[in-house]
């Protein structure tokens, strides 16, 4: 197998709605292939990436720097102190700086605006690492997971409940992109970015098959993800958001409602908030799978992006 040849707009990875149906089949076939260990190219030899981190990580920046390592790359980790975007220089130069040097860049910004302008700036291609926006990187090692576990995308029912956060916005898009059903159940006020919706109806290849509510219910679920409350940048809400989000922490009790169904969470989890030890530490659980599966879906990533 070939790396996949991914035809992105700029060659920039920011949401999974960037993505067609076909390019997201390339990534999802390569990351099986790495994961099983039949695919071990070296594409980005010779290639160097920078990453640049406005907020913590663990799972993104571990899973990148040994991804671009097993596929032949070099990194440089630049973290809140070093780079300063926006405060010691604008976005904009920092990333004309960086294209003199790097091949690629991974990015976690705090704000999504600052991601766009950085990909406008770039000659060189940029992958979303997180923003306040979307998590696109965590979304196809979860495709991926429920691959393996489940088969066919498009036989499966994902109901996401928390938070109307990032990763629910790039859940929806996959949902979009990939054809399985989606339910998103939020507090009244917490839905996801009306954007993203609009933006997950009108993809041309896609297949909109999402349903945003209040009212919690789990019919034929096959998979239960939830996410923090409070998410990175929202620390400040924690004491509000825990009262608002109490009737929606998936426990025991929620996951015999949905008896096919295996649990997914993005981690890191906040244990006894939105999900209970019980239910994460249980049978049914996969949330380390799915962390191990940033690796190879990352680098499934890079191949196409990255290595021409
Ligand atoms: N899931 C995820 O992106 O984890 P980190 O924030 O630790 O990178
Ligand atoms: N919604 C969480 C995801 C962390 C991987 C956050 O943005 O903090």
């Given at each position: 197998m070939i790396a996949p040849v991914i035809s992105?707009?700029?060659?920039?990875?920011?949401?999974?709605?960037?993505?067609?149906?076909?390019?997201?089949?390339?990534?999802?076939?390569?990351?099986?292939?790495?994961?099983?260990?039949?695919?071990?190219?070296?594409?980005?030899?010779?290639?160097?990436?920078?990453m640049l981190f406005q907020r913590p990580s663990h799972r993104t920046r571990v899973?990148?720097?040994?991804?671009?390592?097993?596929?032949?790359?070099?990194?440089?980790?630049?973290?809140?102190?070093?780079?300063?975007?926006g405060f010691r220089e604008s976005v904009a130069d920092a990333a004309r700086v960086l294209d003199q040097y790097v091949d690629g860049v991974v990015a976690r910004l705090r704000a999504h605006?600052?991601?766009?302008?950085?990909?406008?700036?770039?000659?060189?291609?940029?992958?979303?690492?997180?923003?306040?926006?979307?998590?696109?990187?965590?979304?196809?090692?979860?495709?991926?997971?429920?691959?393996?576990?489940?088969?066919?995308?498009?036989r499966q029912h994902v109901v996401f409940i928390g938070d109307g956060n990032n990763i629910?916005?790039?859940?929806?898009?996959?949902?979009?992109?990939?054809?399985?059903?989606?339910?998103?159940?939020?507090?009244?006020?917490?839905?996801?970015?009306?954007?993203?919706?609009?933006?997950?109806?009108?993809?041309?290849?896609?297949?909109?098959?999402?349903?945003?509510?209040?009212?919690?219910?789990?019919?034929?679920?096959?998979?239960?993800?939830?996410?923090?409350?409070?998410?990175?940048?929202?620390e400040d809400e924690r004491a509000v958001r825990h009262k608002v989000f109490g009737a929606y922490r998936v426990d025991q009790a929620l996951m015999e409602a949905a008896p096919r169904a295996i649990f997914m969470h993005c981690l890191p989890a906040h244990r006894g908030e939105e999900v209970t030890d019980e239910v994460i530490d249980g049978p049914r659980s996969v949330v380390f799978q799915q962390a191990g599966n940033r690796l190879y879906a990352q680098m499934a990533l890079m191949a196409g992006l990255f290595a021409t």
């Open positions: 992105l707009v700029g060659r920039d990875f920011i949401d999974v709605a960037d993505l067609k149906r076909t390019d997201l089949r390339r990534i999802l076939d390569l990351a099986h292939e790495i994961k099983a260990g039949r695919w071990t190219e070296r594409p980005l030899a010779g290639r160097h990436v920078a899973s990148f720097e040994v991804g671009i390592a097993r596929l032949g790359g070099s990194t440089t980790t630049l973290t809140g102190q070093d780079v300063q975007l605006e600052d991601l766009l302008q950085l990909a406008r700036s770039s000659e060189k291609p940029v992958i979303n690492a997180l923003t306040d926006r979307s998590h696109p990187c965590q979304v196809l090692a979860d495709l991926m997971t429920m691959e393996e576990v489940g088969g066919d995308l498009a629910a916005n790039s859940l929806i898009e996959a949902s979009a992109v990939a054809g399985f059903a989606l339910t998103v159940i939020t507090p009244p006020g917490y839905d996801p970015q009306p954007g993203v919706v609009d933006r997950a109806r009108s993809i041309e290849s896609g297949n909109f098959r999402v349903t945003l509510t209040n009212n919690i219910s789990f019919d034929e679920a096959t998979v239960i993800y939830t996410d923090v409350w409070a998410s990175m940048g929202q």
